[in-house]
């Protein structure tokens, strides 16, 4: 069963249904959403590690990740940027692309750091566990989701079937 299923849209057209980069955007952008108004129970405070001090920035946390008011922004950021993308399967793969080169260079920061990303939000090692699957599920959606070439086969028979008619029509006459 493929998440991309053909119908017809009120003029006639072949719609294609919601490609896998789509379904990802989907789901993810709105669990990030909620993973940052939640986080905001957890720990509210926009704390910084402002003046260098490595222990300036601590989280509260949030199941098991550590979360401040800025790592919880950042999710909500990221949840709506995801959302932008369930509008078409071409901004779809482009948001993946930019969601996930995010997410992979905070992985990297974070494993390197390992205490906060650019002393703005605090991270532990749940953290960069999420972050790293994130960052490469979304690469590899965007990298296998297939609607440009389905769409090119799609339009590809559909001009090939308009050609076809078009002699078939004058042919008669």
Same mark, same amino acid.
């Given at each position: ?10 003029? +006639? ?6 490609? $896998? ?5 989907? &789901?993810?952008?709105? *669990? /990030? ?5 939640? +986080? ?8 910084? !590690?402002? +003046? =260098? ?15 401040? =008011?800025?790592?919880? @922004? @950042? ?6 940027? &995801?959302?932008? =993308? %369930? !509008? ?9 692309? @930019? ?6 260079? @905070? ?10 990303? #650019?002393? /703005? #939000? ?11 699957? &994130?960052? !490469? $599920?979304? /690469? ?16 590809? *028979?559909?001009?090939?079937?308009? !050609?076809?008619? %078009? ?7």
């Amino acid at each position: 069963m493929t998440t991309e299923t053909a119908r017809d849209d009120d003029s +006639g057209r072949r719609q294609e249904g919601r490609s $896998l980069a789509q379904w990802f955007c989907l &789901l993810v952008g709105p *669990t /990030l959403i909620l993973v940052g108004l939640l +986080g905001f129970l957890a720990e509210s405070r926009f704390d910084t !590690a402002a +003046g =260098g001090d490595p222990g300036a920035l601590d989280g509260h946390d949030f199941i098991i990740f550590e979360v401040n =008011g800025w790592h919880n @922004v @950042v999710h909500i950021a990221t949840g709506l940027l &995801l959302l932008l =993308g %369930v !509008a078409r399967h071409a901004l779809a793969k482009t948001v993946l692309i @930019v969601f996930g080169v995010a997410y992979a260079a @905070v992985s990297v920061i974070g494993l390197i750091d390992g205490k906060d990303v #650019f002393g /703005l #939000f605090p991270i532990d090692r749940a953290d960069n566990v999420l972050h790293i699957v &994130l960052a !490469a $599920l979304a /690469l590899l959606v965007a990298s296998v989701s297939t609607r440009d070439r389905a769409d090119a086969r799609v339009r590809s *028979t559909g001009d090939r079937r308009r !050609a076809s008619a %078009v002699r078939a029509e004058s042919s008669v006459r």
